[in-house]
């Protein structure tokens, strides 16, 4: 059984001070951890499990044995991020990952400028994923990748993607000849055009949207018009990026 020491450990990483600290985070959810379990590239510290799961999963963990720690129902409460816990969670080492030029150049990115809430950090993570954006750069401003909720939210799409942290300056100077994408209330109607070029597409903060210093450096205001009747102020920030994605993605 799991020790007071390490129930301890794994609570602390539920702060983003200590998943910095010992450069770990951890995964819940059979779905999300069996599919992290697979992935080539995350090196796994160690998974904590109830006997039950164990032996549901027990193919599925073959190679791993010296991984697994047993634990109570109770003390998979104590560690778990959620009000409902599932039965397992896996300690897993952070990774960085790696600029490819020419994939970048031939495909849509996204740029997500002060996107705080983890919720909504996590969905668009699901939303590049399911329109095959492989590139998400965030500001210094956004949510911890690594937080528990935007892990959740991201269904797997973090294992999936190259999240990359980078101020925005580096990314135009980088990809000076690229378009970059941003909505904004004067822009041009995002359906009236008939072909997007690959570029990276801005999004901006919940409440503030895209930044004034990035504004002035859009090569492509864009607009989401608002239906005929439409009365709400706003879209939600993942809801803007799905509708964006899907315009520019399938023109």
Request: charged share 20%; proline share 4%.
């Given at each position: 059984?799991?020790?007071?020491?390490?129930?301890?450990?794994l609570?602390?990483?539920k702060?983003?001070?200590?998943?910095?600290?010992?450069?770990?985070?951890?995964?819940?959810?059979?779905?999300?951890?069996?599919?992290?379990?697979?992935?080539?590239?995350?090196?796994?510290?160690?998974?904590?499990?109830?006997?039950?799961?164990?032996?549901?999963?027990?193919?599925?963990?073959?190679g791993?044995?010296?991984?697994?720690?047993?634990a109570?129902?109770?003390?998979?409460?104590?560690?778990?991020n959620?009000?409902?816990?599932?039965?397992?969670l896996?300690?897993?080492?952070?990774?960085?990952?790696?600029?490819?030029?020419?994939?970048?150049?031939?495909?849509?990115?996204?740029?997500?400028?002060?996107?705080?809430?983890?919720g909504?950090?996590?969905?668009?993570?699901?939303?590049?994923?399911?329109?095959?954006?492989?590139?998400?750069?965030?500001?210094?401003?956004?949510?911890?990748?690594?937080?528990?909720?935007?892990?959740?939210?991201?269904?797997?799409?973090?294992?999936?993607?190259n999240?990359?942290?980078?101020?925005?300056d580096?990314?135009?100077?980088?990809?000076s000849?690229?378009?970059?994408?941003?909505?904004?209330?004067?822009?041009?109607?995002?359906?009236?055009?008939?072909?997007?070029?690959?570029?990276?597409i801005?999004?901006?903060?919940?409440?503030?949207?895209?930044?004034?210093?990035?504004?002035?450096?859009?090569?492509?205001?864009?607009?989401?018009?608002?239906?005929?009747?439409?009365?709400?102020?706003?879209?939600?920030?993942a809801?803007?990026?799905?509708?964006?994605?899907?315009?520019?993605?399938g023109?």
């Amino acid at each position: 059984m799991i020790s007071k020491n390490k129930i301890k450990y794994l609570r602390s990483l539920k702060l983003k001070k200590f998943r910095q600290k010992y450069n770990n985070f951890t995964v819940e959810g059979d779905k999300i951890v069996l599919e992290l379990l697979q992935s080539p590239n995350v090196e796994i510290e160690s998974i904590i499990a109830t006997d039950s799961w164990q032996q549901q999963y027990f193919n599925e963990t073959l190679g791993k044995a010296s991984l697994i720690e047993t634990a109570k129902e109770d003390d998979i409460k104590k560690i778990s991020n959620f009000t409902t816990p599932s039965s397992v969670l896996v300690v897993a080492k952070k990774w960085e990952s790696v600029w490819k030029d020419s994939v970048i150049k031939n495909n849509f990115s996204l740029y997500l400028d002060g996107i705080q809430d983890p919720g909504n950090f996590g969905t668009i993570l699901r939303i590049a994923d399911w329109f095959g954006i492989p590139y998400v750069f965030c500001s210094a401003k956004c949510a911890d990748l690594y937080h528990p909720k935007v892990i959740q939210a991201s269904m797997g799409a973090f294992l999936r993607l190259n999240v990359i942290t980078a101020p925005f300056d580096s990314i135009i100077e980088r990809y000076s000849d690229m378009p970059f994408y941003g909505t904004v209330l004067d822009g041009k109607n995002i359906f009236t055009t008939n072909k997007y070029q690959n570029g990276c597409i801005v999004i901006g903060n919940e409440g503030k949207g895209i930044s004034p210093e990035i504004l002035e450096k859009l090569t492509h205001r864009i607009l989401i018009p608002k239906g005929k009747n439409g009365g709400a102020e706003s879209l939600n920030a993942a809801v803007a990026t799905g509708i964006v994605c899907a315009i520019l993605t399938g023109k």
